[in-house]
């Protein structure tokens, strides 16, 4: 029922910046989490940045000063800016949703399709 549909990935230079976008359709409850997650090869996945409904947000402390999310709930959409990129941000970046969504009760993640950011030296 629920769909996350990401965009903005690629190959970028250190020193640049990327905005990734992600946008999630179906029925979901308005009080949720909405953030990024990345997984580097042989990595497990881990959590770059969340920001919830009320707008309060979570950063990794690599990130903290370089990435900022931001969402828009008129159009269920949470973004990524990401700023001074670098070669160790390269990975496979998964949009994220926890959310109560259709007739379900409980609260479950939702993920994208992942998209990839490479960082070149």
């Known amino acids: 029922q629920v769909q996350l549909m990401e965009s903005g990935g690629g190959l970028v230079q250190a020193g640049g910046s990327l905005r990734l976008s992600c946008a999630a359709s179906g029925i979901i409850f308005s009080i949720n989490t909405m953030g990024w997650y990345r997984q580097a090869p042989g990595k497990q996945r881990e959590l770059v940045a969340v920001?919830?409904?009320?707008?309060?947000?979570n950063y990794a402390d690599g990130v903290k000063g370089r990435f900022t999310v931001f969402r828009d709930d008129a159009k269920n959409m949470v973004y990524l800016q990401m700023n001074s990129l670098k070669p160790e941000d390269t990975a496979a970046y998964y949009c994220?949703?926890?959310?109560?969504?259709?007739?379900?009760?409980?609260?479950?993640?939702?993920w994208g399709q992942g998209t990839q950011v490479t960082v070149s030296s």
């Open positions: 920001i919830i409904s009320g707008g309060s947000t």
């Open positions: 994220n949703l926890n959310a109560r969504a259709g007739s379900f009760n409980r609260y479950r993640d939702y």
